[in-house]
């Protein structure tokens, strides 16, 4: 007799109550530089997981400013909380943390600053529909075709 396996969650695996947000972690730099990684995480304080989206280094970090800035007033925080001293990790909206997301993922390889300001430009001109999609299609399988396709599509 051919025996059928049953799948049966293991007791580690918890169900995490709550929305789907993101954390912006800031990395010290030299001086008063600093760099960030966005996490994207699901439930609320203890019982939440996180998963990292994008990192970026003091230097690509201070391409992309005005987008943090944007990002974190969006997500009703003083644009002071952005300190190269901050331990604790700053919450960001759904919204806010696509669309920032958007902005690390397609300006990460860029160098020329004109370049990484229409990136940014044609980025904040895109709906709410628009940065979800484009982010589903970047996380996804073909991740790295999609950013590319995103940065010709904006950029060019």
Same mark, same amino acid.
């Not at 759904?94 to 993922?105: N, P």
């Not at 529909?129 to 484009?134: A, H």
């Not at 999609?146 to 060019?156: F, P, Q, Y």
């Given at each position: *007799?051919?025996?059928?396996?049953?799948f049966?969650?293991?007791s580690? #695996?918890? /169900?995490? =109550?709550?929305v789907?947000?993101?954390?912006? +972690?800031? @990395?010290?730099?030299? &001086? =008063?530089?600093f760099?960030?990684?966005?996490?994207?995480? %699901?439930g609320?304080?203890?019982s939440?997981i996180?998963?990292? +989206?994008?990192?970026?280094?003091?230097?690509?970090? &201070?391409?992309?400013?005005?987008?943090?800035?944007?990002?974190? $007033?969006?997500? &009703?925080?003083?644009?002071?909380?952005?300190?190269?001293k901050?331990?604790a990790?700053? $919450?960001?909206g759904?919204? =806010?943390? +696509?669309?920032?997301?958007?902005?690390? #993922?397609a300006?990460?390889?860029?160098?020329k600053?004109?370049?990484? $300001?229409?990136?940014?430009? &044609?980025?904040?001109? *895109?709906?709410v =529909?628009?940065?979800? %999609?484009?982010y589903?299609?970047?996380?996804? #399988?073909?991740? @790295?075709r999609?950013?590319?396709? /995103?940065?010709?599509?904006?950029?060019?």
């Open positions: *007799m051919n025996a059928v396996k049953r049966r969650p293991t580690h #695996l918890a /169900l995490v =109550e709550g789907r947000g993101f954390r912006l +972690v800031i @990395t010290p730099g030299r &001086g =008063e530089a760099g960030v990684t966005l996490e994207e995480s %699901y609320e304080n203890g939440s996180t998963a990292p +989206v994008s990192v970026a280094t003091p230097v690509q970090a &201070g391409r992309v400013i005005d987008a943090l800035f944007a990002a974190v $007033r969006k997500a &009703g925080h003083q644009p002071s909380v952005l300190a190269f901050r331990k990790p700053i $919450r960001l759904e919204a =806010e943390g +696509v669309r920032l997301a958007l902005v690390l #993922l300006t990460l390889p860029i160098a600053h004109e370049r990484v $300001r229409a990136l940014v430009a &044609g980025i904040n001109a *895109m709906s =529909e628009e940065t979800y %999609y484009w589903s299609k970047c996380m996804g #399988l073909d991740g @790295t999609a950013r590319k396709a /995103l940065r010709t599509l904006l950029a060019d």
